[in-house]
């Protein structure tokens, strides 16, 4: 077997001998469906949660005869400006594993499931990593991470319990059950007894976990209340992550967009990665006039807000709507400067 008789990714695995499992890694951590990602592989889809003019992917597989050892690549492919995986760099990336792998990586040895180098594997950074692996632990059904008893009692209990030595991996493996009742009970009487670091890793953790409308609420109140503690409402801004629109995560940003004061680059991009769903045509006109204002003040020359445009465009739930920014009338001076800008680049 040949790189020229292999056509994708996932017949490469399923020849190899392995199971898999596919996790985007574009704009959140979500599992997808072995089909969804062979229409995506051969561009009949476009890559839904596409990030920086990539498709970003942990591809997790077993040997079929034996599920002792889980094996990782994580694998990023270019994007076309109409949100098409590459099919060029896709059979490249397949050329290089065939020459360098052979036909089967079922044999239980680090170089068998070892990627060789080659310009589409990358790095999780610390953070995406400690989530990813919560994330497939739960998905294998794989035990939790040690310490997890030690997180639930700083919950319910912290102002008794040091959590300076509870381990990051065991707060994210939490994370993945807050909406269990009496996490949810504590974190509401608790959470500003809760030290920032621990908040932020918490929160954050929560990135793949549909909340219910109760703590929807809840943390959608604490930014409302505007204490200003830029990391932990960043944080909570991740943890209300969601791909369905919902009406009171749209409130809260409507709120926070509308406000007078220019959110910080930080606060736009985690909007822009996290609520890209959120973004309807209210939102998107509010959230590209923060873009524009924010530009503007720091003197970035319309880089910023060309970033965001070609970042937004190119996601499927998004660009008929960034695309009709350019056509609409009702508009702030900054965002048609910012357009402006825009046209003016694309012309240069």
């Not at 001998?17 to 062979?38: S, Y």
């Not at 998905?139 to 997180?151: F, I, N």
């Not at 937004?312 to 056509?327: D, K, S």
């Amino acid at each position: 077997m040949g790189a020229q008789t292999i056509e994708s990714i996932s017949e490469f695995l399923l020849h190899a001998g392995t199971n898999f499992q596919i996790v985007d890694m574009g704009r959140e951590i979500t599992a997808i469906d072995a089909q969804t990602f062979l229409d995506i592989e051969n561009a009949v889809t476009p890559v839904p949660r596409p990030r920086q003019q990539h498709a970003w992917f942990g591809i997790i597989f077993w040997n079929t005869q034996q599920k002792q050892n889980e094996y990782i690549w994580f694998l990023k492919l270019p994007v076309d400006e109409q949100g098409l995986l590459v099919p060029a760099s896709r059979n490249h990336f397949l050329q290089i594993i065939v020459d360098a792998l052979g036909t089967s990586l079922t044999e239980d040895s680090e170089e068998k499931q070892t990627l060789p180098d080659n310009p589409y594997n990358f790095v999780p950074n610390q953070q995406q990593m400690t989530l990813f692996n919560a994330y497939a632990r739960q998905l294998l059904d794989k035990p939790l991470a040690q310490g997890v008893d030690d997180v639930n009692r700083y919950l319910s209990h912290p102002a008794i319990v040091d959590w300076t030595q509870l381990p990051v991996q065991a707060i994210a493996d939490t994370a993945l059950l807050i909406n269990q009742p009496e996490k949810k009970k504590a974190i509401k009487a608790c959470l500003d007894m809760y030290a920032e670091d621990f908040q932020v890793a918490l929160l954050s953790g929560c990135e793949p976990v549909s909340l219910d409308n109760e703590l929807i609420d809840s943390l959608c109140q604490v930014i409302e209340a505007g204490d200003a503690k830029i990391k932990r409402d960043q944080a909570i801004l991740r943890a209300l992550t969601t791909q369905s629109e919902t009406s009171r995560i749209q409130r809260m940003l409507e709120g926070l967009m509308n406000d007078n004061a220019s959110l910080d680059i930080d606060t736009l991009s985690v909007i822009a990665a996290r609520h890209y769903s959120q973004l309807n045509d209210l939102l998107i006109k509010l959230f590209f006039e923060q873009v524009a204002k924010c530009d503007e003040a720091k003197g970035f020359e319309g880089a910023l807000f060309k970033g965001f445009f070609a970042d937004l465009v190119q996601v499927p739930a998004t660009r008929e709507r960034v695309l009709g920014l350019l056509r609409l009338p009702d508009r702030s001076a900054a965002l048609s400067r910012a357009i402006g800008q825009l046209f003016a680049q694309t012309k240069g």
